[in-house]
């Protein structure tokens, strides 16, 4: 079964770093665009930042530009979300996403365009 598995979530105090990993069950998601998106509680699931799994075109959000960078290691089928100056609006559960042939950034932030999403892992930022 494919699938993708986050980790790396946890309770941070503000200005503190958390590193997401995605882990991918397949090299099949070699070609595929990943996102990651979080959603905090009674709010809608946003994108944060997206990457193509080999590692290019990457885009972020604005607010989360120049604190989180997103990166892949094809080696370990894995991408990762590396998150610094976290503050407590930063607080939500992550998930990371797959999919295929999403090529825009506006196609980018559609939840509808994935078709493979991990568990979601909890971030909570403390003031």
């Known amino acids: 079964q494919v699938n993708l598995a986050e980790s790396g979530g946890g309770l941070v105090q503000a200005g503190g770093s958390l590193r997401l990993s995605c882990a991918a069950s397949e090299r099949t998601f070699r070609s595929s665009t990943v996102a990651w998106f979080r959603q905090a509680p009674g709010k809608e699931r946003e994108v944060v930042a997206a990457?193509?799994?080999?590692?290019?075109?990457?885009d972020y959000v604005d607010f989360i530009k120049g604190r989180f960078t997103v990166s892949s290691d094809n080696a370990k089928d894995t991408v990762y979300l590396q998150m610094d100056s976290l503050k407590p609006e930063d607080t939500a559960v992550y998930y990371c996403a797959a999919g295929f042939s999403i090529y825009t950034w506006t196609n980018r932030r559609a939840t509808t365009k994935y078709d493979y999403w991990g568990q979601g892992t909890q971030v909570t930022v403390s003031p």
């Open positions: 990457i193509n799994w080999n590692g290019g075109n990457v």
